[in-house]
């Protein structure tokens, strides 16, 4: 009888796993549809973290809390599973913020300014080759305006996770920083290089996140101002060199002088 259920369980294992790629990774409308619920709750989860952070600590959002875990720790449990190589997704960083965000989720006492290590939930989900691709395909708004909603989303994940890795080293010790308020705006005004100076960070540590702040947030925001300004291009291979943008209306490569064939949407 026992080897009987081991033999069920063997053979009904990788069928689980199979589903599982197949709307994970597979190019189905089901699958669509399942990544886009996987985008859309992240964001709501997003919201949530942000609008929580500013109210004291209430059983209602530590049992909301705990709701939102399990359902990130069944996502990552089912990533694992039909993971090519498990050791290399629980060495990835992004799968290291995961396991930060499950353990705030289900033991927020234990480290709520973390939380927002959530936030790259949504960053991953973006740059997702199959999503950002569907994404291209579905909606004529991110086609136009790819490179600028991917910089605007790399620079408030940045800010964001700063403002919670900040509160969470200072609050204590800082007189300043008394809450997440204190931390955004600090995080803020260092990273537009504004430097009011009437909050500073404590410690070696402290000058060191400020320092971090300072040129990768930096960096961030002029790429947002880069995309925003530059002419607008359009992403097309050339097929003689090689070239990736291109102008909207081009009909000749500007490296090679290849002809191209943009697709155009026209007009209605």
């Known amino acids: 009888m026992e080897g009987s259920r081991t033999e069920t369980a063997t053979t009904t294992r990788p069928g689980a796993i199979a589903r599982l790629s197949a709307i994970y990774d597979g190019d189905t409308a089901r699958a669509h549809r399942f990544r886009y619920g996987l985008l859309i709750f992240d964001l709501v989860t997003v919201g949530f973290v942000i609008f929580t952070s500013f109210l004291p600590p209430l059983a209602i959002v530590e049992a909301i809390d705990r709701v939102f875990g399990i359902f990130i720790l069944a996502d990552f449990v089912a990533r694992l599973a039909i993971a090519p190589s498990r050791l290399r997704f629980l060495v990835n960083p992004v799968t290291l913020a995961d396991i930060a965000a499950i353990a705030s989720f289900l033991a927020p006492v234990a480290g709520e300014g973390f939380g927002f290590l959530r936030i790259l939930r949504t960053l991953r989900l973006l740059r997702t080759y199959q999503l950002v691709d569907r994404l291209r395909a579905d909606f004529a708004v991110f086609r136009r305006h790819e490179d600028v909603l991917i910089a605007t989303v790399n620079l408030f994940v940045f ?4 403002t919670g890795i900040i509160y969470v080293t200072q609050h204590h010790t800082n007189p300043d920083i008394r809450n997440y308020a204190d931390a955004l705006y600090f995080t803020v005004t260092t990273l537009t290089t504004t430097g009011f100076g009437d909050i500073t960070l404590h410690g070696t540590s402290g000058r060191m996140l400020a320092v971090a702040v300072m040129i ?12 925003l300004f530059r002419p607008p291009k359009v992403h097309y291979t050339c097929r003689e060199c090689g070239l990736s943008l291109h102008d909207a209306d081009a ?10 064939r943009i697709e155009t949407e026209g007009f209605n």
């Open 251 to 260: 009909i000749h490569c500007k490296h090679c002088g290849a002809k191209v």
């Open 216 to 227: 990768f947030g930096v960096t961030l925001f002029l790429r947002l101002l880069q995309v």
């Open 159 to 162: 800010l964001f996770v700063m």
